[in-house]
């Protein structure tokens, strides 16, 4: 088991993680997982143990801490992109799903506006769907990123 | 006012109503209020003034009467048929959306559940997308039918319909 420190790359530090290394796979969780902006390799790793990870718990700077096995790195290279991936699906359908069905409501509500019909009110439930839809899903996302969070042991700091 | 009997057509096809005619109006008219799928010449209409039929013979076979005069055919041609087909395909729109949703959230889950580490979250289970659909599912399809059966005074016989 190996414990990191991950804190933001010096702008002048031309040192990155090679890809592929534990170190780097340790960043890209970090970033995926908080949802921090920018690349992977803006972030460093620094060995949770020693003088370099004592300065950083003394800085009143923000930092993460995460622990990796061989067999969370393997989850994480193998598992969860799929997981992920299933997940996009589902919010890209759903986004989908609402653009479509929005129009023709829209278009419909619109030709019954006025006229011999016009006390006819289709549903307008397509936001309160959406609303359903989106808040399901985002409970799901959650739930999947707090997972992460508790199988790397991660943390944030400051 | 003409008052047209809307039979189902057994005439394998022989018999059909003449395009564009009031007739064919009718059987449209009665289609749309029934609500189902129904192929292009399931029904056949006659006018009750034809000679040839006897009303309580009709009565006895027909499915329904549909109402048409000079003003109920301007709401048809002008309104009530293109309101129709984007009812239909905001339904057929409902019915992919539903499908597609489905489909998205049972990989969802068959990813999770395969896994020693996720497999006990919660995702969106066909009782959720279901549930969901419920809310959408009412496009307001029956209140128009309703409408359009009252303009055009649209009578159902026995048990008949579609």
Known sequence: MSKFLILPRDSDDPKVHPPGTIEATACEIVKDTFRIPGAADKLQAIPGLGPAASIVRLKDETYYSIEVTKKTLNIWHQVIPEIESALNDVSNTLVTIEDDLYRSMSDLNDALSDKSFSGVVPDDTISVWATIGESSIKEIDDAFRDKIKELYKLEKFN | MTKYFVFRNQSNGEQKNVPGSREEMACEIAKVVSQDALPKDFYIAFPQENKQT???????????????????????????????????????????????????????????????????????????????????????????????????????????RA
């Open chain 2, 54 to 160: 006897v009303f309580e013979t009709l009565r006895e076979m027909a499915t329904c009467t549909v109402e048409i005069d000079d003003e109920r055919e301007k709401i048809w041609v002008n309104e009530a048929q293109s309101l129709s087909d984007k009812f239909n395909t905001l339904e057929d729109q409902i019915g992919e959306a539903y499908s597609n949703m489905y489909g998205a959230a049972n990989d969802l889950g068959d990813a999770l559940e395969k896994t020693e580490h996720f497999s006990d979250i919660e995702y969106l289970g066909p009782k959720t997308i279901e549930r969901t659909f419920e809310y959408i599912e009412s496009s307001g399809i029956s209140q128009f039918t309703e409408q359009l059966s009252e303009i055009f005074e649209v009578e159902y016989f026995h048990h008949q």
